[in-house]
């Protein structure tokens, strides 16, 4: 029983521990930002291009990018998608992708008849 207590009080500290990072790293988000930034972002995070947030704010496309470009440089993320989930809060969830060089598609670079640069293969021996 007394091992039950402290494991519950263990958990309860430990999601209480968890929610106030999320509400502080939400609040340093929030601070971070400029409102223009966290609009953008916003509206990136609802789907829409650098050409329609311009058009809908009355600015250029090279403005949107360079407000998404600041917002992930002060938020230390590498991608606008990044960026737009930190604001939103969403979990930015990246599909697995082989790597290229894995793929049964590409994995043979050679033929018959053609060399790995796709440059006909010479009959004539080394």
Do not use: C
Request: zero cysteines; aromatic letters at 4%; charged letters at 20%.
């Amino acid at each position: 029983m007394h091992g039950q207590r402290t494991a519950s009080l263990v958990l309860g500290v430990l999601a209480g521990y968890l929610f106030s990072r999320r509400v502080l790293d939400r609040r340093a988000v929030e601070e971070a930002l400029t409102d223009r930034q966290r609009e953008i972002l916003r509206a990136v995070a609802a789907g829409r291009t650098t050409k329609e947030i311009a058009s809908d704010l009355g600015i250029t496309p090279a403005s949107v990018n360079t407000h998404i470009r600041r917002a992930r440089m002060s938020l230390g993320v590498p991608t606008r998608a990044a960026a737009a989930a930190r604001v939103t809060g969403q979990v930015l969830v990246v599909p697995w992708r082989p790597r290229r060089s894995a793929a049964a598609s590409i994995a043979r670079t050679t033929s018959a008849t053609r060399s790995s640069n796709g440059t006909p293969r010479s009959s004539a021996p080394f």
